[in-house]
């Protein structure tokens, strides 16, 4: 019966201990994953704006010859286009599924060299 | 010439253990055959009662020197690594490979469950000092509730070295009968609304979440609870094995071989410690129905709390993943499952009650912690 006392004390304590050990663990696991989902979400963004660059640079110069649809309306032949280049460019594993929300027009940044070599690559293709 | 063949042959027979040994040594040994049936033929958690159960046989062979305490014999030796608190932390580092902390972290308020669950480990203690057990020897048997067996035997062997092994077939043989114990208590505590209950999907986890985490505890907990850090610092280390990608093969070593090579050795010494003379008192009595008590309170505890959390979130929880709080990896949480799907047979709980399981994993070491650093 001495020992009931620390018995007790023990119990009380033990108890608290657990709980905010693990209350602790869990509000960092919360913080944690805020933290996370805020970075990804900042980087999804500027991931977005990458593609938009890269997916969307078309070509604005007229002597080229190629077909190109109005812009300014949606296509969805374009957009078929679209998803298909940017899936074939994916690695086949990727499970990742894909949504064209919109696209526009950018201004034109790649050199010369660049483009007279995909015009080329282009006219192999077709 | 006939006499003295004759009288060899006595002696060599009253030099058995057929004619020397006692009647404790040979009602252990029908102990232990029992063991080992309930292992083969009821298959309850067969990868460690069986080694168990042979340990017990193997003490019990009278002038065999097999017992863990025996020098020189061979049990001696591997029970070194149970002496030395080698072998629950090993093991521990090949529960933490096999184990997946996503659900834990896409839902961390199941930690909360994993620590109502440790209720049943806090008021065992007192009973068992009701009941005349010392400090030492109650936090030992209290340990039961945790539902862990390296935790409690990484307990019992710094706290009450001499009760191992009836601690260790206590606590084994109720994470066996899990199935049986916990759905009684469960039910008698939820409505069948409660238990109807679908929980929302979980999200999906990232790795770099996943790789984070076991970083994070080990240093929380090691820091609150250094007596802790043993047992969650490997649990960690292999769950980072896992996690990390870079090191598979270290990762299914831990998960296979090593775990396998440390069950064998751990069990067989473990068990070699229930000696008649230690194994055949009231105390071992006391033990078994303590570890029922503590397993009991654990499971309500965590279901009681799963009940709070069910009016607090307006009926979005089901308390029955309370129960999986009780570690018993991953058998609580299979009970949690089948016991949902009882009342509602659409609903999976499984995902949502690995959370407080692994959970229960955690709250058991950081009790372990407390008991060991308050007790020893």
Known sequence: ?????????????????????????????????????????????????????????????????????????????????????????????????LRIKSFRRIEQSSPVWNRAGRLEQIAKKL | MFWQFTNTIADLVNASGFVRGQWTQYLMIIVA????????????????????????????????????????????????????????????????AMTDFGPLIANPKSLL???????????????????????KEAGAIGIIGGADGPTAIFVTNNLAPHLLGSIAIAAYSYMALVPIIQPP??????????????????????????????IFVTILVSFFLPDAAPLVSMLML???????????????????????????????????????????TPRTLGIIVLGLFAFSLGTAGGVLLGKVMYWLTGGKVNPLIGSAGVSAVPMAARVSQKVGQEANPGNFLLMHAMGPNVAGVIGSAVAAGILLSMLK
């Open chain 2, 33 to 96: 055959c029992l063991l080992i049936y309930l292992a083969v033929v009821k298959k309850y958690e067969p990868l460690l009662l069986l080694p168990i159960a042979f340990g017990v046989l193997l003490a019990n062979l009278p002038f065999a020197n097999l017992s863990s305490y025996d020098e020189k014999g061979l049990i001696y030796y591997l029970y070194q690594g149970v002496k030395l608190g080698i072998y629950p932390p090993l093991i521990f580092l090949g529960i933490g």
């Open chain 1, 1 to 97: 019966m001495d020992n009931i006392p620390l018995a007790l004390n023990l119990t009380f304590v033990g108890m608290t201990v657990v709980f905010i050990a693990l209350i602790l663990l869990s509000f960092i696991i919360f913080i944690s994953t805020k933290f996370l989902a805020v970075k990804k979400n900042g980087r999804a963004k500027k991931n977005t704006t990458k593609d938009e660059a890269s997916i969307l640079e078309i070509d604005d110069d007229e002597d080229m010859n190629l077909d190109i649809p109005a812009f300014g309306r949606p296509d969805e032949e374009l957009v078929s286009v679209m998803m298909a280049a940017i899936k074939a460019g994916m690695s086949p594993e990727s499970q990742c599924s």
């Open chain 2, 113 to 135: 469950l994993g620590a109502a669950a440790q209720l049943g480990i806090f008021t065992t203690f007192i009973g068992a000092v009701l009941l005349g057990y010392t400090p």
């Open chain 2, 185 to 214: 208590i469960m039910k008698l505590l939820t409505t069948k609304k409660e238990r109807q209950v679908v929980m929302e999907q979980l999200r999906p986890v990232s790795k770099l979440e996943k790789v984070i985490f076991p």
């Open chain 2, 238 to 280: 292999g769950n980072l094995f896992r996690e990390s990608g870079v090191v598979e093969r270290i990762s299914k070593t831990a998960q296979n071989e090593m775990i396998n090579i440390i069950t064998i050795f751990l069990g067989v010494s473990v068990g070699a410690t229930a000696k008649a003379e230690n194994f055949l």
